[in-house]
């Protein structure tokens, strides 16, 4: 690993890994944990009822968001270098962001949820999607060299 940790990074690095947690928490601590996170009444129901669903789509969040922890964890020069790294650091970084301008659309897509989940898990996603956009610009030219 050369150069020098990136603060930004390592911050966006263990908010994604947070968000993962948070994900897994749903699935230990079950319906009150999916009601308190946003994820609705009805993956909530599902969760008692012991449905299939619920513990599938929220361990596959959670995987993809540690995925995204470890990419940026690589950005910031704490792993190793991973594949398509900077690809998927500026991927990463877009869906975070259009995540938390997205907001009004995702309402209709997504019914169920009231408007204050939308407005501060929006916030949170915007947030995050800002730490990731700082450290990728401050790393931009250094991912874009080979390791």
Do not use: D
């Not at 930004?8 to 948070?22: D, F, I, R």
């Not at 308190?36 to 959670?62: D, K, N």
């Amino acid at each position: 690993m050369s150069g020098e940790r990136n603060r930004a990074l390592l911050a966006a690095g263990t908010l994604s890994a947070l968000a993962a947690l948070l994900h897994l928490g749903c699935i230990v601590f079950g319906a009150p944990w999916y009601r308190a996170l946003g994820a609705g009444e009805w993956m909530a129901q599902a969760s008692t009822a012991g449905y299939w669903y619920p513990t599938v789509a929220t361990l596959v969040i959670a995987s993809v968001l540690t995925v995204w922890a470890l990419y940026a964890f690589s950005a910031a020069s704490v792993l190793r270098r991973l594949p398509l790294l900077r690809t998927v650091m500026l991927l990463v970084t877009a869906v975070y962001l259009l995540r938390g301008v997205a907001a009004v659309p995702m309402m209709s897509v997504f019914p169920g949820r009231g408007v204050s989940f939308w407005l501060w898990s929006s916030g949170i996603c915007l947030g995050i999607g800002v730490v990731h956009l700082i450290g990728l610009l401050q790393v931009w030219k250094r991912l874009g060299r080979s390791p």
